[in-house]
């Protein structure tokens, strides 16, 4: 299965492949393999429970298997936001090599994504802002793509 965003793995070649600032979001965005790969977004993966199984979306569910199960669900599926360890690892990582971090999440309103990934910005010794993008969905995700076209142009947070 695919698994979202820059791993431990190839975390070294990002910056000569993707700019200095670096692009995360989570998993409400639908950002795909190939524009992960293309951009070198992170995408942190909300939770899904459906009919008592938690699933980590886009980790351990892909979209496909999500619709099928939710059709053949017994109650409405639901999500929660990710753990705040979650959100410090990725800063700390993408941060070794000194990148702005431009973290771009899930509409307030509908869950407390954004208040996580603040907490997380908060605790970690990084240059992260965090972005309540107002959507969700390819709306949402628009904005990390337009965002990680200009870090790979070399734009900054400054410079913007």
Known sequence: MFRYGITKENTA????????GKIVTDSTA???????????ITVIPLSVMID???YQDGVTIGREEFVEKMAEAKN????????LGVFTEAYERLAK???????????????GTVDAAQQAAMLVNADVTVLDSDFIDRAEGFQALAAAQLAQTGASKKKS
């Open 13 to 20: 070649d990002c910056e000569e492949k993707y700019g200095s």
């Open 97 to 111: 090599d000194g990148s702005e971090i431009i973290s771009i999440h899930l509409t307030k309103g509908l869950s």
């Open 30 to 40: 639908l950002i795909s393999p190939e524009e992960v790969e293309k951009y070198g």
């Open 52 to 54: 008592g199984t938690v």
């Open 76 to 83: 409405l599926p639901s999500t929660s936001q990710p753990p």
